[in-house]
Structure formats: structure tokens, C-alpha cells
């Protein structure tokens, strides 16, 4: 599940305004994007150092009416003055309006060398407030996504979490956006402003859409059928979603390929005739009945950082068949626990992935009804956008997540933002080496294997003179065996 607190951003496919009703990109704050480095690998053992960097969410930004820079154009102020936005013609609001740059530090985004840490809380000189950061990784030329085509190919990130207790989720996913971020003619701002957010949740309250503003969302009656709602929906792959208590891992499956739009409470919510889902086929081994396999001090131990691996493999089809994943810590390797308690899954063979049958046994209809497995396959091979985010959910104290009794140790009240707030505001997350290519690639199993089951591929060996600038800043290239996280989206023969 994607975090709600800054909703999407979509294609607005009905539309071709004139540039004259174009948002405008701001001059008050410069857009200096975080350099992160990634690499990207092959089975022939080297990883090439792309010069990535990391953009926020659009609407995370100061938005602004360019009349009065102190006047969101978000806010009722605004939408609610005719003579700025003028509800019979949404696509004239966007030329009083101005999207700025950012400072990064100021919404608890610190990136340093190939590592980004993200921080729920900033200390204002009077209190703790929520930033809940969420960045993209943007291309080379820092006006595109980067576009992750992973399957058969695995994806690595080294993850600490020691900071993340019950209620928090650091999260890592993909997210099948348009790569410049839905850039048009009315949002000349596109990815290098954060622009163009999608996923399979399809939040409706977003009072901008892509340079053109949304007044269903804002309370207004709709003139145009196309701004009819504000959903914006694609595939979503949650490769991670934890804390230092609990962990799972989802796919979410939607109807059409890239960004769309759903305009009805029907299309954009849960069941048929609903456009995506919602709920997911997600795997916490926690809730399968291994609570022993991953948490402080235990099998997976979340007080020290370490490296997931999940593999993406499919049939001779090339249809994604299986969703394996593997951590690596402390120089050892280890296949997800394959432990259950769960009924549901005697009359299956549950090796501790996602299967189609695993998603059948858990009555994850929506997921495939959607296109299951093989639609899931067919996203990651078209490209998704790799996103890092950090959150927490006064709503649901994010037990669905690690809560007693079936999901996680968190106890009713653990998780309610107020508490960690006032108990341990210093809360963080730092993800780090992130690194994609071939089958095995991205790790190395020279630290020995716990449990057998594991695809893998030769050393990494990573061409020394390759290094990258980060402020300044020489980056040497790490060889060898790493720590941290992986997600493998992989090819793997049917027997």
C-alpha cells in the first residue's frame, strides 16, 4: 500500500490545452535534486554507476497562486476566487499558478554518497512536525524517471530500519507512472518537479492533476467529464513495506498499462467493477505463522541492516510465475521462511513466495481478476518507477501492517503517530546501494547460504575507476559482498 498523505497526480488523457493555461514552474525556490547513485549489473559480473538523483512528490511543494506567492493554490482561498480559478474552466486556474523548487533537507530527505535517509519528524525550534518524505529516482538527465525494466532481473537495496518502531513504514516500490512524469503542455514541470504520481490506490483527493486543477476534489461541480475524478491509478509493485517489527511485500494488478484515469466511486474502489487492486497479494510471515523469522534479534535481525532479495521468475511462457524472496545479512544468505501455519495453504506447495496458486489460497480475487501474476510481469517488463517513502497512519496506526494478533508484535496503541511523536520523534529510515540487472548479479554468495532454494549468479566485480560525484564528493564503488536489500525480478524455466 502506497502512502495516502501526498495524493496522485495523473494523465489527464481528454486533455490538449494551450500552453497560455499552463502551470507555471516557480523562481522563488531553485529544484536541486539529491545526486544517488545507482548501478546497474550483468551476469558477467560488472555493475556500471548510473549518475541517478532523487526528486519529491509534487505535492509535497509550495504551490502558488503567482499574484500572491503566500496563497496555495490548493487551498480555498484560491480554488474558490473565480477570478483565479474559475470553475467552468479548470485549465485557467493553472496560469495563475507556480510550482516551486524545494529544499530537501526541510522535508527529512538527506541523501549522502550512494545512501538516503528519510526522516518522519523535523524539530521546528518549537515542536515535531510530519514531513513524511516521499522521493522517485529520477533518470541521468534529471527531467525523466528512471525506468526499472525488471523482469528477469533482480532489483537490490540495503536497508536499515533499527530506527522504525510499531506504526511506522519505510517503503520501497514501483509504481508504473509516465516517465516524464506525465509532462505536457499544461505541466511543462513533468518528473524533475515530481509531477505524474500514480498507483493501484487510485486516492481521489487530489486538488491538482497534473497541471489542471480537480474541483470534484475540491468540493465543486464538475463541467468537464474528464475531471470528473480525481483517481489516478497504474500497477504497483510494493517490494517492501516495514518497520523494525514487521515486514510485507506486495503486487497490486490494474486494468490498463502506464497512468489512468478512473472516474466513478465504482471504477476507483475495491471489487468489480473497480479499475485495480487494492488490497494486493501480500506475503508477511508474520501473519503465515512464522513470528520468529523477522524482527529484532531474531532469524532476519531488523537491529542491524541488511539486504533483501526477491525474485520475479517465470514460466517458459516468460509469464512471471513465482515472487521469491531472499535477505542477506551478516554475510549469509537466506530464502524467505517457508513456515506457515495457515490452513489455506496444505493443499499447495508454498516455498515462501508469491505464487498465483498462494494468491488463489489467500482469495486475493481482485489481484486475478486484474491480471494476477502474468499482468504483474507484463508491468515490470514494460518499466516502473522505483519510489522510497517513509510514513505513519493516524487512521489505522498501520496495524494492518504489523498489529496483533495476525500481522505483527504491535499492540493496539503502538503504532498511534501521537505516541512516537511525543516517545521517539527521531525516527528514520536509510536506504543505500541500490543496484538492478540479471539474475544474481546484484549479490554475492561467497558469505554462504543458509537454506538451499537460492537463484544467484557470479561475484559482482565492479569496474574500480567507476565512481560518481555526489556534492562534491568521490563515491568509491563497493565490490564484493554487500549488505542490505533485493528484489529479484527473474526468469525461471517451468519443470
Same mark, same amino acid.
Given at each position: ?61 509550495? @504551490? ?70 516521499? &522521493? ?149 510471515? $508474520?501473519?503465515?505463522?512464522?513470528? =520468529? ?49 495457515? =490452513?489455506?495453504?496444505?493443499?499447495? =506447495? ?7 496458486? @498462494? ?27 522505483? &519510489? ?100 529479484? $525480478? ?6
Amino acid at each position: 500500500m502506497a502512502t495516502p498523505l501526498f495524493t496522485p497526480f495523473l494523465i489527464l488523457l481528454l486533455y490538449s490545452p494551450a500552453s497560455a493555461h499552463a502551470q507555471q514552474i516557480g523562481t522563488l525556490t531553485p529544484e536541486l535534486h539529491p545526486r544517488f547513485p545507482t548501478q546497474q549489473c550483468t551476469s558477467s559480473g560488472i555493475c556500471t554507476t548510473k549518475r541517478t538523483s532523487l526528486v519529491t512528490d509534487a505535492l509535497s511543494r509550495h @504551490f502558488h497562486s503567482i499574484s500572491d506567492p503566500s496563497v496555495s493554490c490548493a487551498s480555498a482561498d484560491f480554488l474558490s476566487n473565480p477570478s483565479l480559478c474559475d470553475p467552468d474552466d479548470p485549465a485557467s486556474c493553472a496560469a495563475n499558478c507556480a510550482l516551486e523548487g524545494i529544499e530537501y533537507g526541510g522535508i527529512g530527505v538527506s541523501a549522502v554518497g550512494s545512501a538516503v535517509t528519510l526522516r518522519q519528524y523535523l524539530f521546528d525550534g518549537a515542536e515535531y512536525r510530519a514531513v513524511s518524505p516521499r &522521493v522517485y529516482l529520477l533518470a541521468e538527465d534529471g527531467e525523466n524517471y528512471e525506468a526499472l525494466t525488471l523482469l528477469g532481473q533482480e532489483l537490490a537495496v540495503d536497508v536499515d530500519v533499527s530506527g522504525l518502531p510499531c506504526g511506522m513504514n519505510s517503503a520501497v516500490y514501483l509504481s508504473e507512472m509516465d516517465l516524464s512524469g506525465s509532462r505536457s503542455e499544461s505541466n511543462p514541470a513533468g518528473a524533475g518537479y515530481g509531477t505524474g504520481y500514480c498507483d493501484a490506490q487510485c486516492f481521489r483527493t487530489a486538488p491538482w492533476i497534473n497541471g489542471l486543477v480537480s474541483l470534484r476534489a475540491c468540493g465543486f461541480v464538475i463541467k468537464k467529464p474528464n475531471l470528473n475524478s480525481s483517481g489516478a491509478c497504474c500497477n504497483e509493485m510494493d517490494i517492501w513495506e516495514a518497520n523494525s517489527r514487521a515486514n510485507s511485500f506486495t503486487p497490486h494488478t490494474c486494468s490498463s498499462p502506464g497512468s489512468f484515469l478512473c472516474s466513478s466511486e465504482a471504477e476507483c474502489g475495491k471489487g468489480a467493477p473497480g479499475v485495480c487492486d487494492k488490497d494486493g497479494c501480500g506475503l508477511n510471515t $508474520f501473519n503465515l505463522g512464522s513470528p =520468529s523469522f523477522y524482527g529484532l534479534g531474531l532469524d532476519i535481525d531488523s537491529s542491524n541492516p541488511f539486504t533483501i532479495v526477491t525474485q520475479f521468475l517465470t514460466n517458459d511462457a516468460g509469464e512471471l510465475s513465482e515472487i521469491k524472496r531472499l535477505y542477506i545479512q551478516n554475510g549469509q544468505v537466506t530464502s524467505n521462511t517457508a513456515e506457515t501455519t495457515d =490452513s489455506r495453504f496444505e493443499g499447495i =506447495s508454498y516455498e515462501g513466495s508469491i505464487t498465483e496458486d @498462494f494468491c488463489a489460497a489467500k482469495n486475493s480475487s481482485d489481484y486475478l481478476r486484474l491480471g494476477g501474476m502474468k499482468g504483474m510481469g507484463e508491468a515490470l517488463a514494460r518499466g516502473m518507477v522505483l &519510489v522510497f517513502s517513509l510514513w505513519n497512519s493516524e487512521g489505522d496506526f498501520m496495524s494492518w501492517l504489523d498489529g496483533l494478533p495476525s500481522n505483527g508484535p504491535c499492540n493496539a496503541t503502538e503504532g498511534d503517530p501521537a505516541l512516537i511523536r511525543a516517545q521517539v520523534p527521531d525516527v528514520s529510515v536509510t536506504f543505500s546501494n541500490v543496484r538492478w540487472g540479471e539474475i544474481g548479479s546484484t549479490f554475492s554468495m561467497s558469505g554462504g547460504v543458509k537454506e538451499e532454494g537460492v537463484v544467484t549468479g557470479p561475484h559482482i566485480v565492479t569496474d574500480a575507476a567507476v565512481a560518481v560525484e555526489n556534492g562534491g564528493t568521490r563515491v568509491n564503488v563497493v565490490t564484493g559482498p554487500v549488505l542490505g536489500l533485493a528484489v529479484i $525480478f527473474g526468469f525461471m524455466a517451468s519443470a
